[in-house]
């Protein structure tokens, strides 16, 4: 299984940004698929995960970290294997590589990560 996270790039702050994470390869069933950070110096921490959505096409039970909670939202499209994360309000502290993961009947896998750079 592979994930290709694309959508980073550099934006004010107030701006928003739309990431997606695409999961291609032998993929039998996805339990959940999310989003992680690192910000330079900081460990990695997670950002927002959607869960299985029990027989609906684009939801999901979703968790935010607290300081992402109103600014961003996660959702799929169960038919593409592809989960975005939308990106509102963004401030300096946003600032970070974010990595899309996927829990794929079990497994974990990651994708490279995109940069996210806010300026202010």
């Known amino acids: 299984v592979q994930l290709q996270a694309s959508g980073g790039g550099l934006v004010q702050a107030g701006g928003s940004l739309r990431l997606s994470c695409a999961a291609s390869?032998?993929?039998?069933?996805?339990?959940?698929m999310g989003w992680y950070r690192q910000a330079p110096g900081k460990q990695r921490e997670m950002v927002a995960i959607?869960?299985?959505?029990?027989?609906?096409?684009?939801?999901?039970?979703?968790s935010y970290a607290d300081s992402m909670k109103g600014r961003f939202t996660i959702f799929r499209d169960n038919a593409k294997n592809t989960v975005y994360l939308q990106m509102n309000n963004l401030k300096p502290e946003d600032t970070g590589v974010y990595y899309c993961?996927?829990?794929?009947?079990?497994?974990?896998?990651w994708g490279q990560g995109t940069l996210v750079t806010v300026s202010s």
């Open positions: 993961f996927g829990n794929f009947g079990g497994n974990v896998y």
């Open positions: 390869g032998n993929i039998v069933s996805v339990d959940a």
């Open positions: 959607i869960t299985s959505s029990g027989g609906t096409s684009y939801g999901g039970r979703t």
